[in-house]
């Protein structure tokens, strides 16, 4: 029994050196007491944005609204979103990362062309 148990943990931490990781808990995006490498806070960080992203583009075209400040006002909440995140929920040391510029600048391009994607496609088809 003893054997299997050394096997079973030997398989795991190979498959972890090797990249597979062990499937992710969902626990651990609200424990501020869990450690995060650079990749993981990095892809969790990038997916929030792609929601926020995503949520607010729908949003903004059904409404409808139009303009810049509206551009500007995603921005704001994509970044506040990320930035309380990291720093109120997960109490992490941002420098252990690169500072916050990295870790706000995470999935920021992406999410930014996914808004303007789903604003301008809600928008036209909801509009026009």
């Not at 607010?56 to 995603?74: K, M, Q, R, S």
């Not at 909440?77 to 870790?103: M, P, Q, T």
């Amino acid at each position: 029994m003893r054997e299997r148990k050394s096997a079973k943990f030997n398989l795991q931490e190979q498959q972890q050196q090797n990249g597979h990781l062990s499937p992710f808990k969902f626990a651990k995006l609200f424990d501020p007491d869990a450690s995060w490498d650079k990749d993981q806070l990095g892809d969790v960080l990038h997916w929030i944005r792609q929601v926020v992203a995503l949520v607010c583009g729908l949003l903004w075209g059904a409404i409808p609204l139009v303009g810049g400040i509206w551009i500007i006002l995603f921005l704001v909440l994509s970044s506040g979103i990320v930035y309380g995140y990291y720093a109120v929920i997960l109490k992490v040391d941002e420098e252990e990362f690169g500072g916050h510029a990295a870790l706000l600048q995470e999935g920021l391009f992406a999410s930014f062309s996914l808004f303007l994607l789903a604003w301008t496609l809600v928008y036209s088809l909801a509009h026009f």
